[in-house]
């Protein structure tokens, strides 16, 4: 095979792991039990073509959760994390965050209900908890947040009253505005010092 | 059959139900992932008789988390939810399910990390969520709680802290002492009003 041939094949291997990704996405978030069967044909490529990259429904699943994350991330580094007072700047990342989720909610649902595995989820999670860490760190510093508390225990208490808030809302249990502002308030109270 | 040959049988059925149960708990609770063959095993019964009392595995476990339900809520109504400053009463109550929760480590796990179904449980938690309510609910009555957030909202809150330091916990990221007093901190904090 010569270098131009190669190159050619990673170009279309790239090509076709962002297909079946994309096709994942789509599929996925319209039913979270979608088969890798459907998944390949919205793809437009083979079942085998779909384990060629990903060795099992898992590691793709495994895949999709972190291309979500990778977006998250990002959409929560495009709200200036690093300015203003912190509880501001968290209510504003928070916000970010669930933007990004909310395009995907049948999938975010799945994740949550089904997780890949507790360590691998906690691991998807870290660019999530680091982000929020480093402003709720900023908010201890200030004075804003308890530095009596540990800032880990901080970041938990966020992402949980977050999901908390996203599942009353997806249970319809409360309408979105009103989960939005009691999770809001019960967050900052339970961040601010006495 | 004789109505006496009746009663024998029903007491027989009774017994192996409890005796299937029983097995169950106590195998779940060192592997999660238990089979109903060794659930049997244990039980002294064959895998036919598991399926006559229970249609399906999901079914089985279904009924230990009402078995545990049911503990739970025993041991929270033993804490005097109804006695003395509302805090007080929650935190006692919390207590006690968390006590008896700990009895089945391996179980509670297995439920967090893989719930029978989201509607299953929820119904399933219910009784712990109603006892949750009526001490919210005196708190919001007497000002202790803030009444300008709902009830359902605040038991939520109780009940993902709670769980939360539970797998800070389990994931051993923190010292049980330590994860208990950040919760009843952000707890309390959470539920007092401004």
Redesign the interface.
């Known amino acids: 095979m010569s270098r131009y041939q190669a190159r050619n094949r990673r170009a279309d291997a790239v090509r076709s792991r962002a297909a079946i990704l994309d096709a994942a996405l789509r599929l996925l978030r319209a039913d979270p039990d979608a088969s890798v069967e459907a998944i390949a044909a919205a793809a437009d490529v083979t079942r085998q073509t779909v384990y060629a990259h990903f060795r099992s429904r898992e590691r793709l699943l495994a895949a999709v959760v972190e291309q979500v994350t990778g977006e998250t991330a990002a959409a929560m580094d495009a709200a200036d994390p690093d300015t203003g007072p912190a509880a501001e700047a968290l209510l504003r990342v928070l916000d970010a965050a669930a933007r990004t989720a909310e395009r995907y909610p049948g999938l975010v649902q799945a994740i949550v ?3 890949v595995s ?1 360590r691998t989820d ?1 691991e998807a999670h870290a660019p999530i908890s680091e982000r929020l860490i480093r402003v709720i760190e900023r908010g201890r510093a200030s004075g804003e947040f ?1 530095a ?3 800032a ?2 901080l970041a ?2 966020t992402i ?2 977050a ?2 808030a996203g599942e ?1 809302v997806a ?1 319809g ?2 309408p979105p505005e ?2 939005a502002r ?1 999770m809001r ?3 900052l ?2 961040l ?1 010092p ?1």
Do not use: C, K, S
């Open positions: 209900t089904n997780p507790p906690r308890d009596g508390l540990p880990g225990w938990t208490v949980t009253l999901h908390a009353q249970a249990l409360m009103e989960a009691a308030t019960t967050l109270r339970a601010t006495p």
